[in-house]
């Protein structure tokens, strides 16, 4: 959000006056390992990669609690003591320029937390926040604003090395928002255009929304991410309504129509970051939103991490989200191969996706089945070959030609769920074949690593009638 508020700051000449303070008066952390100097911008011999986090706190950056008020205009209610992270998504801005890339990571993941063993992801920034408080009031710190800036700042970097050690990328920057600075944000720049494919209702978010396109500012913006009771796929529904959220309001940021001379737009967004938004301190905003104008030309996708089991039992977690981080680390691989912070090589041999073309055979005898296969692994780059039937069988496998193992690990990591791979002679050079079993996942149970495309594309006809956004069609 914070980017965002700056590059339609940087946009604009009318405002460029004011882009000083604006800086000045954001919350800044000490959280990236030597961050003392300030960066001018992306690095000239690297990439850049942020990470942006959604918090659900009952606090503004400054540490000063929420009122009543306040708390019933979010729909927050009552804060229960336990403070999550609800939304990490790491940015990768690649140096030669071209498309931003986003990874959204599901807040219910079972991951590694440094220090910590396994639990889910959004619990690594308070697990180190609560020891932080308990070591404060041993130092006798006693002031409730200082205890919670201070511990923030410790919960962030145990969330920082989660990320690191689950991606094997080496986070740059961090930005941070709470649920009162996304509410203003959102009401500060005049809303978002979403879709939803069907009508939802749900008292614990607040999400009450028809089916069909629709602009959505405050309350109902923060319902509509932060909803996950009544979805499909739960979390991982969420996050596809967060990418849609986000890439929207960074077209509306890119397009350079949002502030107008004479409007009160600037001092709503100046206000609303300055409440809620937490940069690192080592980050010049305004220098980076004035190079990334042109470095990125506007251009944002966003992928999520492959995921298996949504209902994972876990020892003390409840049900959580299954992550394989050795697919986690090869996923990003391919998403971001100039990470040059990323720690192991990519594996010899590994072709772009659009040089493999990629058969499907639906081996469980309904060839209708394989669409939703071929239109995710288009959706990821992939040349689409053959797509027929074939025997029935009860695992999914994946054949690659002789020598050519890292194209057939490269469509099995894309696929979701688990596949087993093998070599095939019979397999043409640069093709692979999928052979789709009754283990594979379909419809509602899908659980894949999406991709929302969010430049303009045609238009698709979506089933429900409504009018397609972002990337061609609605969300549930």
């Known amino acids: 959000m914070g980017v965002v508020s700056a590059l339609v700051v940087a946009g604009t000449g009318y405002y460029w006056s004011r882009l000083a303070s604006f800086a000045d008066n954001v919350t800044t952390v000490d959280v990236i390992a030597d961050s003392g100097e300030e960066d001018s911008g992306p690095p000239i011999d690297g990439a850049m990669d942020i990470l ?50 986003g990874i959204s990571i599901p807040r219910d993941s079972y991951v590694d937390i440094p220090g910590y063993g396994q639990h889910k992801i959004n619990s690594a920034y308070l ?84 089916a069909g396109p629709q602009t959505l500012s405050g309350a109902p913006a923060l319902a509509f991410v932060r909803q996950r009771h009544g979805l499909p796929r739960g979390d991982i529904d969420r996050v596809a309504r967060q990418q849609v959220f986000l890439s929207g309001m960074a077209r509306k940021a890119f397009s350079g129509n949002l502030l107008t001379p004479g409007s009160d737009t600037m001092d709503k967004l100046q206000q609303a970051v300055t409440k809620s938004v937490v940069l690192d301190q080592g980050w010049n905003i305004v220098e980076f939103a004035t190079q990334i104008l042109d470095f990125t030309g506007g ?5 999520t991490i492959p995921v298996g089991r949504l209902n994972l039992p876990t020892p003390s977690d409840g049900k959580a989200v299954e992550v394989d981080p050795a697919a986690v680390k090869d996923f990003v691989r391919g998403v971001i191969p100039d990470d040059d912070a990323t720690p192991e090589s990519p594996t010899p041999g590994t072709k772009a996706p659009a040089a493999i073309t990629v058969n499907v055979r639906y081996a469980a005898g309904a060839k209708a089945s394989a669409t939703g296969v071929t239109d995710n692994l288009t959706e990821q780059g992939f040349t689409i070959g053959l797509v027929d039937t074939a025997s029935p069988r009860a695992k999914t496998v994946v054949r690659y030609a002789t020598g050519e193992q890292a194209s057939g690990d490269l469509v099995a990591q894309k696929l979701a769920g688990r596949a087993q791979v093998e070599e095939d002679a019979n397999v043409l050079p640069g093709q692979v074949t999928v052979l789709l079993g009754q283990d594979y996942p379909t419809g509602d149970n899908l659980a894949r690593a999406g991709q929302l495309d969010l430049t303009p594309a045609p238009a698709r006809q979506p089933t429900t009638g409504a009018t397609p956004v972002a990337d061609g069609s609605c969300v549930n």
């Open 127 to 210: 697990r180190k926040k609560n020891d932080a408080t308990a070591a404060l009031r041993e130092q006798g710190v006693t002031d409730q604003r200082e205890l919670a800036v201070r511990s923030n700042q410790e919960g962030a970097k145990s969330l920082i090395a989660t990320v690191q050690q689950l991606t094997g990328v080496t986070i740059d920057h961090y930005a941070e928002v709470n649920l009162l600075g996304f509410y203003d944000i959102s009401n500060a720049i005049g809303g978002i255009d979403v879709c939803l494919n069907r009508p939802v209702k749900d008292s614990k978010s607040g999400a009450d929304f028809p």
């Open 299 to 303: 251009n944002l996708t966003f992928q």
């Open 52 to 101: 942006l986090v959604g918090m659900d706190s009952r606090t503004d950056a400054q540490g000063n609690p929420l009122s009543k008020e306040q708390l019933a205009m979010l729909n927050a209610g009552k804060s229960d003591g336990v403070l999550n992270t609800d939304t990490i998504i790491l940015i990768h801005i690649p140096v030669e320029g071209g498309k931003a890339t």
